[in-house]
């Protein structure tokens, strides 16, 4: 479905299903120069299991219209501003990567309004969510090598392994990435580079949070998740083995089954 919003459409996966006002939406938020389809294996569970789901494509990202947006602030009052065409009865935010970050900073500026924000997911978190300056100028000059970079530091293999048969992860980030908007991958990594309100961010968020990590993410190492983890009395964290930032489609079982146990008690 599209999602109209100031004079432009946006697109989110709902699966073909009519929100029911009495259900829970869950909304899943993706990365730097992904697509909705990311969360492909999780959020057709949740469709067919008595939640409304909105997987979302970001502004300038899959067949949303409009530009990718320069900050993490923006993306997630974009995000509040969706969420407000919502007939919901609660929020699950469930985000990747950048997406993780959108939906924190989403999670603070919604603060107390309702309908409620019931739990929020954090896949493949970092903060900060530092980007080398060899990828960002890569990304800025050279967006095919940055596609490269990525894919590989994303998985764990470029070859086999796959827990679907016929499907090829690695493969399908690198033709994802290669059909995003010009431009997009730079912006996205830059947003991500310069959001520095992680902290305040945390601060203003009392529902539950859940990190999921791979052990072997070499884009946002599991220990920067774990210490946040740690260090947050309303927080718990996954650590998925033999896996890396693509961990949805890596261990779609594993990210699904953590997902479905926690915003079930939510």
Request: hydrophobic letters at 40%; one cysteine or more.
């Amino acid at each position: 479905m599209f999602i109209e919003l100031n004079s432009k459409k946006y697109y989110a996966y709902t699966a073909s299903h009519d929100a029911d006002a009495e259900r829970d939406t869950v909304i899943f938020v993706h990365g730097t120069a992904m697509d909705h389809t990311v969360w492909a294996l999780q959020s057709r569970y949740f469709a067919y299991h008595n939640y409304n789901i909105l997987a979302v494509n970001l502004p300038g990202h899959g067949q949303s219209q409009g530009e990718p947006l320069d900050t993490i602030e923006g993306y997630a009052n974009w995000l509040t501003e969706i969420m407000s065409k919502s007939n919901a009865k609660r929020f699950h935010l469930v985000g990747h990567s950048m997406g993780s970050l959108i939906c924190l900073e989403a999670a603070a500026q919604y603060g107390s309004k309702n309908p409620s924000i019931a739990s929020l997911s954090l896949v493949g978190f970092s903060y900060p969510m530092a980007v080398t300056p060899v990828l960002l100028d890569a990304a800025q000059n050279r967006p095919s090598e940055a596609y490269e970079m990525m894919t590989q530091w994303s998985h764990t293999s470029s070859i086999g392994g796959e827990p679907n048969p016929g499907f090829w992860s690695s493969g399908g980030q690198m033709s994802m990435m290669e059909n995003s908007r010009p431009g997009a991958v730079y912006t996205d990594l830059v947003a991500c580079n310069a959001y520095d309100n992680g902290p305040q961010a945390f601060e203003q968020i009392a529902t539950p949070i859940l990190f999921i990590s791979g052990v072997l993410d070499k884009m946002a190492p599991s220990k920067l998740a774990k210490a946040q983890a740690d260090s947050n009395p309303n927080a718990s964290i996954v650590m998925l083995p033999r896996c890396g930032h693509s961990i949805m489609s890596e261990n779609p079982d594993g990210v699904r089954d953590a997902l479905k146990d926690f915003i079930a008690v939510s």
